[in-house]
């Protein structure tokens, strides 16, 4: 469906649909008439591209009745609006919990209009996947008890050298009916059941115990964990992680702890003592998607963190947009003045890549240079990495 008060944009985005082999393509000039369209059920639409700027009802109104009326198909904004306003649009139409497949500035690009289609595709793909339900606290508690939760490991690599510096330590279910889960699917489930300390055990012994194997194997790698704020209300905690990287035989500066504060922390005497603790114990304690939710400035005001993650968000496509590059330097400045290290997280392609590097950011990890993988798997990921290094700058 396509939604344009202007005939000519409205040709002309059809003949490129056209071209691009869609062959079902429904055109309005009023987004009343769109709506009305589609809320009398007859048609189901896979894609919507709608301007913002129309007369009688405008773009940002459309999206919100899409909202109401339950529209499941993806949309994209094409606008001949700025960048900005552009944003905000697509940051409503996910408030609205619409599936969001980007901007199209206007005149829209054929090239730009085939990504679009690519990714709706991948849209309608993975339908299944979001309406999988939530497992109860039960399922998790015996998978526990069978072990069946196992880490994957995420490569984070110096930019100035290129080499392997550490990993970060992502756990993943392998669920004897579903297959593979991801922790989004159960780390909520954990907060909220009393069983996030269980998980974060489990976790953290297994992590330090591959650390232990890579220190043995010659690789000296900084291993993270991530843990939960939740994990930071046991007193003992400290005490805990000390221990237990002391019977594996690893130094507390080779751990560092990954702290996400998801939800706003009412009382946070707990958290400011263990994480003193931690840190007087040379654990290293990074703040995690830093700019988002409640991680944020006021947490590196009161917390003794010695590393910063900045959040993909941020991150991937920052190289063409002037916001998020502005986020991302003013980031790194500060942490340095902080005498902080800087992670970039998200780094998907060869520029994220390449602006990561020409802005200061001291480590890097993300899809492009490698993705969560079993621990048995980094050897051979090191010598394909090795293989990549002449092409990206590296000696
Ligand atoms: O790969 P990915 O889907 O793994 O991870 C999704 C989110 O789950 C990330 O935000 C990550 O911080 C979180 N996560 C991954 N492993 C753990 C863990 O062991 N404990 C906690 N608390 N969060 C985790
Ligand atoms: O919140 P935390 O930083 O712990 O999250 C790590 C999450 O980010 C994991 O789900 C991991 O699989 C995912 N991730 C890692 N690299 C990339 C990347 O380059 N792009 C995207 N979109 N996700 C990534
Ligand atoms: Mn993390």
């Not at 408030?95 to 969001?100: F, I, Q, R």
């Not at 974060?200 to 291993?223: K, S």
């Not at 020409?358 to 899809?367: E, K, M, P, S």
């Amino acid at each position: 469906m396509i939604i344009d008060d202007d005939p000519f944009v409205l040709r002309m985005l059809a003949r490129q649909l056209a071209r691009l082999g869609c062959d079902q393509v429904l055109p309005f000039s009023s987004a009343r008439d769109a709506l009305a369209a589609m809320s009398e059920g007859d048609t189901s639409v896979g894609l919507t591209i709608c301007d913002l700027q129309m007369p009688e009802m405008d773009g940002v109104q459309f999206v919100g009745e899409l909202g109401r009326i339950g529209y499941s198909g993806a949309l994209a904004v094409a606008s001949g609006e700025d960048g900005r306003i552009l944003q905000t649009a697509e940051k409503l139409a996910r408030a609205h919990g619409l599936h969001v497949l980007g901007a199209l500035r206007k005149p829209v690009a054929l090239d730009e209009l085939r990504d679009l289609l690519a990714r709706s595709a991948a849209h309608r793909a993975a339908i299944p996947r979001q309406m999988r339900p939530a497992y109860p606290p039960e399922d998790l508690r015996r998978a526990l008890a069978e072990g069946e939760l196992v880490n994957h490991y995420q490569p984070q690599i110096d930019v100035a050298t290129g080499a392997l510096v550490g990993v970060e330590t992502l756990v993943r279910w392998h669920h004897p009916r579903d297959g593979m889960v991801f922790p989004d699917q159960f780390i909520s489930t954990a907060e909220e059941h009393d069983l996030i300390d269980d998980v974060t055990h489990v976790v953290l012994t297994e992590a330090l115990r591959q650390a232990r194997r890579w220190d043995d194997a010659g690789l000296d790698l900084r291993v993270a964990v991530n843990v939960s704020m939740d994990n930071l209300a046991a007193l003992g905690f400290p005490d805990f992680v000390a221990a237990s990287a002391h019977d594996a035989g690893v130094t507390p500066t080779h751990l560092v702890l990954e702290v996400t504060e998801s939800r706003l922390m009412k009382d946070q005497r707990a958290p400011l003592e263990i994480l003193t603790r931690l840190a007087l114990k040379r654990i290293g304690l990074s703040i995690d998607d830093f700019g988002t939710g409640h991680s944020s400035l006021a947490q590196l005001r009161d917390f003794p963190f010695d590393e910063l993650k900045v959040d993909r968000s941020f991150i991937h496509g920052a190289s063409r947009d002037s916001a998020l590059s502005a986020i991302v330097v003013a980031s790194c400045g500060m942490a340095r003045q902080l005498g902080m290290s800087v992670v970039a997280e998200g780094v998907e392609d060869r520029a994220d890549w390449d602006y990561v590097r020409a802005c200061g950011c001291h480590r890097a990890q993300g899809y492009f240079m490698g993705r969560p993988m079993p621990a048995p798997d980094l050897q051979s990921w090191m010598v394909t990495w090795e293989g990549r290094c002449g092409e990206l700058g590296l000696a």
